[in-house]
């Protein structure tokens, strides 16, 4: 088992920055590596960014890249979604996940979810 706290949301106006945090405890080198999620009001949970622990490679969402930066600290067992220049489509509530499967941008990939953490974003 792994489990995931995510923490950082919040209101921020549009132009501004969060960070959010993900700690994982339990399993985690059972899973090949992290992501983050959203899913924005209404709408269904799409994929954001992707860590891979072999070989810290990462990868984005087309919506977000540039913008958003994930990063871990391996030593914290903690996973970093540090998110620039916001803006009113990146409401949504974020969550963090533990790939167990091969595919990088697939919900069906990640067996292990936080419970998500709240990113508003205002006009």
């Known amino acids: 088992q792994v489990q995931l706290v995510e923490s950082g949301g919040g209101l921020v106006q549009a132009g501004g920055s969060l960070r959010l945090s993900c700690a994982a405890s339990?399993?985690?080198?059972?899973?090949?590596?992290m992501g983050w999620f959203r899913q924005p009001p209404g709408k269904e949970r799409e994929f954001v960014a992707a860590?891979?622990?072999?070989?810290?490679?990462?990868y984005y969402a087309d919506s977000v890249k540039g913008r958003f930066t994930i990063s871990s600290d391996n030593a914290k067992n903690t996973v970093y979604l540090q998110m620039d220049s916001l803006n009113a489509e990146d409401t949504a509530v974020y969550y963090c996940?533990?790939?167990?499967?091969?595919?990088?941008?697939?919900?069906?990939?990640?067996?292990?979810w936080g419970q998500g953490t709240q990113v508003t974003v205002s006009a």
């Open positions: 996940a533990a790939r167990t499967g091969f595919r990088t941008n697939s919900v069906n990939s990640y067996k292990y």
């Open positions: 860590f891979t622990w072999s070989d810290a490679s990462t």
């Open positions: 339990g399993r985690t080198f059972s899973s090949y590596g």
